[in-house]
């Protein structure tokens, strides 16, 4: 997320309570998770295992629960629970706006756009040319829809990241990391009935130009789709996985988290991605391999239930 204006290190300091490593006078230009970082962002880091990710990635600023000397070009913010710093930011600027309207008046819609009743559009959405949104379909804050975009009914593009960090103390709950990002669907998409589309943590989900969805497909947090691709019905995509152009996934495939699906893959219905896979090849089973050889073995496998050699 982009700040709309940046914001001092002294005033991120006041805010979190936390204690400067590094340049008092630098500016934050922006929050964002660690994959997603550039120069001028903010982002967190609360266990050993990920500091030197953080500490090298292009972030120009770490919350981190440990005291040491900034590397070169960048500020640390020592704080005890990071997490709890990183939220307390999201919610100060990207705070809940309540609606009051179905329809917001912060909302941007094209010409020739059309929306059927009881369609929820949140504040400052923009949705381009020559759309059909059907009933019931909820759109929240920030979104962006391309051109010539079909959303059929009972969609929820928007939604909060599945995103929670667990505590024990005083008792064992989840804790909730605030979503601040977006879902950005661009042009010629067509989504199926009762699609839900998390939006980014921090960043973007996007569906690429041309992509179709056909029924109650989830796509997680950060995900990123490619142009042209297509994912038939009860698929689940989990966050921060990348799809690249015209891959299919047929019906029911699960897709595992922080993972590359390569160009022209095609993944068989009911199939587990448990690892990312190469482009233009077909994919069967769980975990997923190339369908060729899962065929190959389950013939095998029935050979010898039957007795046969």
Known sequence: MKLISPVSVKDIAALTNAEIIGDPNAQVRGINEIHKVV????????????????????????????????????????????????????????????????????????????????????????????????????????????????IQSGCVIGGDAFYFKKRTTPHTFYDKLESCGRVIIQDYVELGASCTIDKGVSGDTIIGWGSKLDNQVHVGHGTVIGKNCLIAAQTGIAGK?????????????????????????????????????????????????????????????KRFAEGKQ
């Open 241 to 301: 996985t990348k799809l690249e152009d015209n891959v299919i996934l047929w019906g029911q495939v699960g897709v595992n988290k922080d993972l590359v699906i390569g160009e022209g893959a095609v993944v068989l219905g009911q199939s587990g991605v448990t690892k990312s896979i190469e482009g233009g090849k077909s994919y069967f089973g769980t975990p997923a391999q190339e369908s060729k050889a899962k065929l190959k073995e389950m013939a095998i496998l």
């Open 39 to 150: 120069e001028g962002d903010l982002t967190f880091v609360d266990h050993p295992k990920y500091y030197e990710k953080a500490l090298q990635s292009a972030a120009s600023f770490v919350i981190i629960n440990q005291k040491m000397d900034a590397p070169a070009g960048k500020t640390l913010f020592y704080h005890v629970d990071p997490f709890e710093a990183y939220v307390s930011l999201v919610k100060r600027f990207r705070p809940f706006e309540p609606a009051n309207k179905s329809i917001a008046e912060s909302a941007i819609i094209g010409e020739g756009t059309h929306i059927q009743p009881n369609v929820f559009i949140g504040n400052n959405v923009k949705i381009g040319k020559g759309c059909l949104i059907h009933a019931n379909v909820s759109i929240y804050d920030h979104c962006e829809i391309g051109d010539y975009v079909i």
